[in-house]
């Protein structure tokens, strides 16, 4: 009989913001009126869209990346950064270093209806903690 492999979770699915369960840094928390994260995950690709709207304006971010934790190069704005997504038991790792680093870190919980996304921003003039949390829809 062949061994037992562990599933991992499916984060595929359409988020909305829940700001009141959300706990964001003083620097954004005031400023940050709703947002939407759009997933589309078939392992081991991972496709994350994210918008929300601080103080009257979107702002929007997009990510596509193997879960397998390997890096990726890109370049944008004439900067260049590197990205990688690895499974941390069935969380999923976000890291981005560029002018700074950003790591995410997402986790579903209450059956799949809540998605958590667990932010750390260092290396910049902004430096955070957010915890980032979306109602499935």
């Known amino acids: ?3 037992m492999i562990d599933a991992k979770p499916d984060f595929s699915g359409e988020y909305v913001l829940n700001r009141q369960a959300s706990t964001l840094g003083a620097t954004i928390a005031g400023v940050v009126e709703s947002g939407r994260m759009r997933i589309e995950h ?3 690709d991972f496709r994350g869209e994210l918008t929300v709207v601080m103080a009257g304006s979107p702002f929007n971010a997009a990510f596509e990346l193997p879960t397998d934790g390997r890096e990726v ?3 944008g704005d004439g900067r260049s950064s590197m990205s990688s997504l690895r499974w ?3 969380a999923l790792v976000f890291a981005h270093r560029g002018e700074g680093t950003i790591t995410f870190r997402y986790e579903l919980l ?3 209806f809540r998605l958590r996304a667990t932010e750390r921003v260092r290396g910049t003039d902004h430096d955070q903690d957010n915890t980032w949390v979306f109602d499935r829809r």
Do not use: H, K
């Open 1 to 3: 009989m062949p061994p």
């Open 73 to 75: 190069a890109s370049t």
């Open 42 to 44: 078939r392992e081991p």
């Open 110 to 112: 209450d059956a799949g």
């Open 88 to 90: 941390d038991g069935d």
